[in-house]
C-alpha cells in the first residue's frame, strides 16, 4: 500500500498521467499544503481519478484551515498531523508528487 502526497493544486498534464498511472488496489491519497485548493473544484479529474479507483483521500487539516476552507465531500477524511504521521507508518511506501 502507497501513500501518494500531493502538495500543488496544479501539476502538468504528465505529471497527472504519472500519478494515475501509479495508483494501486488500496493505496492511498493526500492532499497538503496548496494541493487543499483541489477541494474548490468539485470536478477536479485528479480526485475524480481517486474516487473511480477507490482510493483512500484524506486532507490535512491545518492546511485546510489555513486556506479557509471547509470539507463539503463525505468521501475525504481530514487529518491531524499525528494522524498523518499514523497513516504514513501504516504504508509501505511513500510517494511526494
Same mark, same amino acid.
Given at each position: 500500500?502507497?501513500?501518494?502526497?500531493?502538495?500543488?493544486?496544479?501539476?502538468?498534464?504528465?505529471?497527472?498521467?504519472?500519478?494515475? !498511472?501509479? #495508483?494501486?488496489?488500496?493505496? %492511498? $491519497?493526500?492532499?497538503?499544503?496548496?494541493?487543499?485548493?483541489?477541494?474548490?473544484?468539485?470536478? +477536479?479529474?485528479?480526485?475524480?481519478?481517486?474516487?473511480?479507483?477507490?482510493?483512500?483521500? !484524506?486532507? #490535512?487539516?491545518?492546511?485546510? %484551515? $489555513?486556506?479557509?476552507?471547509?470539507?463539503?465531500?463525505?468521501?475525504?477524511?481530514?487529518?491531524? +498531523?499525528?494522524?498523518?504521521?499514523?497513516?504514513?507508518?501504516?504504508?509501505?511506501?511513500?510517494?511526494?508528487?
Amino acid at each position: 500500500m502507497r501513500l501518494h502526497q500531493l502538495n500543488k493544486a496544479f501539476y502538468s498534464d504528465s505529471i497527472e498521467r504519472d500519478i494515475r !498511472y501509479s #495508483l494501486s488496489t488500496h493505496d %492511498k $491519497a493526500i492532499l497538503i499544503e496548496d494541493a487543499v485548493l483541489r477541494l474548490i473544484d468539485k470536478n +477536479d479529474p485528479l480526485l475524480n481519478t481517486f474516487q473511480k479507483a477507490h482510493i483512500d483521500v !484524506y486532507v #490535512l487539516e491545518s492546511d485546510i %484551515k $489555513a486556506y479557509g476552507l471547509s470539507i463539503k465531500n463525505d468521501s475525504i477524511t481530514t487529518l491531524t +498531523d499525528a494522524e498523518w504521521v499514523t497513516l504514513t507508518s501504516k504504508c509501505n511506501q511513500q510517494v511526494a508528487w
